[in-house]
Nanobody, 126 residues
């Protein structure tokens, strides 16, 4: 069974930076597309970024493009999300997810992901 554990959340002022990590255990991490999603109370969980397993192709939500960077280290079974120029509207619980389908494109929809972490809170103060 694949387990995903996020870390790195916290409180940061607007304009600041924060880095999230997600460590995977179990399964074959190097063949998983990895994604980050976020959710605020009362709203749907939304796509933030993803990185494919084969060519490290990345995708970003328009709202974070140019500010967030997703990367992965297969030797450490870890995916990262570097968040810069944070805005109050980035406040959410951030979830790491793994897609084990070995699709060639990095998925951007919730339903494509098989495994989820427990989430980490990111709060951006204005």
């Amino acid at each position: 069974q694949v387990q995903l554990v996020e870390s790195g959340g916290g409180l940061v002022p607007a304009g600041g930076s924060l880095g999230l990590s997600c460590a995977a255990s179990g399964g074959t991490y190097s063949t998983y597309t990895m994604g980050w999603f976020r959710q605020i109370p009362g709203k749907e969980r939304e796509f933030v970024a993803s990185i494919s397993w084969m060519h490290d192709t990345t995708y970003y939500a328009d709202s974070v493009k140019g500010r967030f960077t997703i990367s992965r280290d297969n030797a450490k079974n870890t995916v990262y999300l570097q968040m810069n120029s944070l805005k109050p509207e980035d406040t959410a619980v951030y979830y790491c997810a793994a897609d084990a389908s070995r699709g060639l494109l990095a998925a951007r929809t919730r339903g494509a992901y098989d495994y989820w972490g427990q989430g980490t809170q990111v709060t951006v103060s204005s």
